[in-house]
């Protein structure tokens, strides 16, 4: 069965009423016929058929045994980080989600779970930083927004044979492009919010274990700690699953045309998308995922934030958001937004160059979007004056 097929009929339909779309149990309690009997549900906390039909969904879509929702993407890494315990180490990707970095620093940190960062672009970098502490290895791969790829087959057996987790931010790739679980990944973390929900709509997060025995200890600490995703909110997640291949087909296709016109482009310096031949992990990402995303970064010859200002907001398609995976094309200056807490030393040597420009780009025509930069592009050498002109000319010489 095509994967688009597979999804559509795998949201199941209400064995009550037969209505198509998933009902919203928007309830907090279930009644019970005698203490202890009820039809699987007893609290809203403990398990809300809404959510439970996501839950499924993203497991199947993961190729996992079990999932979980949760109120944000953070609540679901702050989900497995409960895993650990005092004493053990994490073993995360340098270039992280600055959300997660501040959650292991600045909440876990005085509970003893220490981390330690890793360029996980090369496998052996992996395997040389691993201590007979490491319990949990953490990585994104494409990372934000230098889009960095990490081998995770590679990274699997190096966890396995150390004894510890994998755990894969999936949020950029989407299931629709890459399945870790499959590639060995023990567990998979969603930012919903982004391409799942696919809208901009809502913030939600998911978990996703490949053994049922973990799942059990992830859907414990939803109970316990209680981060849960809304009736509501599952819903509109489950309604953006639906459309989730073909979306992500779109974005693909737009992202590959406006990196391929950036990289031809007289006033961009470098070009950070997968899809390019250019890029120093390409044939990996052609080998772990169906497509390459529809995040593009790159950064300008003129590398000062100023010119950077200057385009994020000369754009008029190109919305100027945090967020991304959303309908609607966005882009951001992460020396400014994302990753203004980062000292811009630390910051430059991750790759993050003052004038890097980050776009998630939408499901608008591709032409549509490369004329918006294009424009945006221009009023910047119009001020640039005399020195980019001349360097067009040389070029052109
Ligand atoms: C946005 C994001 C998160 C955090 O998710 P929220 O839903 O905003 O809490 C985690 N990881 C990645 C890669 C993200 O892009």
Not at 4 to 27: E, F, K, R
Not at 112 to 131: L, P, S
Not at 136 to 155: G, H, M, Q, V, Y
Request: aromatic share 6%.
């Amino acid at each position: 069965m095509s994967n688009i097929t597979d999804i559509i009929h795998s949201i199941p339909v209400d064995p009550l009423t037969g209505a198509i779309s998933v009902p919203i149990y928007q309830t907090s309690t279930f009644i019970q016929e005698a203490p202890g009997v009820n039809k699987g549900y007893d609290y809203a906390r403990s398990g809300n058929p809404t959510r439970t039909a996501l839950e499924d969904l993203i497991a199947h879509l993961e190729d996992g045994q079990v999932g979980a929702a949760f109120g944000s993407g953070l609540a679901a890494i702050d989900a497995v980080i409960k895993l650990l315990q005092s004493g053990d180490e994490i073993l995360a990707v340098d270039d992280i989600y600055g959300g997660a970095f501040r959650l292991f620093t600045q909440v876990y940190q005085k509970f003893g779970i220490t981390v330690n960062y890793v360029d996980a672009t090369k496998a052996e970098n992996v395997f040389d930083a691993i201590t007979p502490k490491t319990k949990l290895i953490w990585i994104e791969t494409p990372t934000n927004p230098t889009l960095k790829i990490a081998d995770i087959a590679a990274i699997a057996r190096i966890a396995k044979s150390s004894g510890c987790w994998l755990c894969v931010d999936n949020t950029f790739a989407s299931p629709a492009l890459q399945k870790p679980l499959s590639l060995g990944a023990d567990i998979v973390v969603h930012s919903a919010t982004k391409y799942l929900g696919g809208h901009s709509d809502l913030i939600a997060g998911l978990v996703v274990t490949k053994e049922k025995e973990l799942g059990e200890k992830i859907r414990f600490i939803q109970n316990a700690s209680g981060a849960i995703l809304s009736p509501f909110d599952s819903w509109l997640v489950i309604r953006g699953i639906e459309t989730l291949p073909l979306r992500i087909k779109q974005h693909c296709a737009n992202a590959q045309l406006v990196a391929e016109y950036l990289e031809a482009h007289l006033a961009v310096d470098k070009v950070f998308y997968p899809g390019l031949p250019s890029h120093v992990n390409h044939e990996i990402a052609k080998q772990q995922a169906k497509g390459f995303g529809g995040i593009v970064s790159f950064s300008l010859k003129n590398d000062t934030e100023e010119a950077a200002v200057k385009l994020v907001i000369s754009t008029k398609l190109f919305k100027l958001a945090e967020s991304l995976g959303g309908v609607k094309s966005l882009l951001c200056h992460p020396a400014n937004m994302t990753h203004k807490s980062i000292p811009a030393a630390k910051r430059r040597a991750a790759g993050v160059a003052d004038s890097l420009v980050r776009l998630s780009v939408g499901l608008e025509d591709a032409e549509d979007l490369i004329a918006d930069l294009e424009q945006a592009l221009n009023q910047l050498s119009n001020t640039e004056g005399v020195s980019s002109l001349t360097e067009k000319k040389q070029i052109a010489i």
